[in-house]
């Protein structure tokens, strides 16, 4: 193929090829949609998420609250969410509970979260057992608060929200899955599709003779039968 050959992609003939193959992609989205759906519902251990939020307020002690006071408190959320998430606090809160698991296992159930222009941090843990996270969120608020104390010198630290105790999965989420299994498996096989249809360069119309090779078809040969010219069908009462 030179340089000035140009490959012509016929939308139409896709579009027909993927018509022409529609009962494949739509039981593949249908299969994948419940394979995942029996996954995140059978196999996959769910977890629960429960919060508590503290409001923390740097002033000393008797003294009237100010604005420097607010905006200080506001520019300090991060070093808070990094003290709250810090080997001391997880680890005594390990010890505590007796959790079964390591540090970095219980780090990645741990999430702090600080809106913008607050002072409230939010401390959400996930854990397979819901009655589990709501202990380990409130032990890691209350383990964290004395550290924050004794870290940053803080007189006290007010807790805004209890943790809750969670009712429903926080993940798999069941109807998430199976959209994105069913979604996924139609395009990758509509891709698939699209891609064999793409590098198939045979020939098997006289308008490809025309597209491929340059050439006009003079004549078109009709199929020959395989079955030898002398076996023939016999007529009924013949010999």
């Not at 096989?189 to 590098?199: E, K, Q």
Request: negative net charge.
């Amino acid at each position: 193929m030179g340089r000035d050959d140009v490959i012509e992609i016929n939308l139409a003939e896709i579009f027909m090829v993927l018509i022409g193959k529609a009962w494949l992609i739509i039981s593949s989205g249908i299969f994948f949609a419940l394979l995942c759906l029996f996954l995140s519902r059978f196999v996959i251990t769910p977890l629960y998420s429960s919060t508590t939020k503290i409001y923390i307020l740097n002033k000393e002690e008797g003294a009237t609250v100010t604005y420097s006071d607010v905006q200080i408190s506001t520019q300090l959320t991060q070093d808070y969410a990094q003290l709250i998430k810090s080997r001391y606090v997880l680890e005594e809160v390990i010890q505590t509970l007796h959790l079964d698991m390591e540090y970095d296992e219980f780090y990645n159930l741990v999430s702090i979260s600080t809106p913008d222009d607050t002072r409230i941090v939010s401390i959400t843990v996930r854990d397979s057992d819901p009655m589990m996270a709501m202990k380990e969120a409130n032990c890691v608020r209350e383990v964290a608060s004395k550290h924050i104390q004794n870290v940053m010198d803080i007189d006290a630290i007010n807790i805004a929200e209890l943790a809750n105790m969670p009712t429903e999965k926080y993940s798999p989420n069941v109807k998430r899955w199976g959209l994105i299994g069913g979604i996924g498996a139609v395009v990758a096989v509509s891709a698939i599709i699209i891609l064999n249809y793409l590098m198939d360069d045979t020939i098997k119309t006289s308008d490809d003779v025309e597209n491929y090779l340059g050439l006009s078809t003079l004549a078109m040969i009709p199929a020959i039968s395989d079955e030898p010219a002398g076996k023939k069908k016999k007529k009924p009462g013949s010999r």
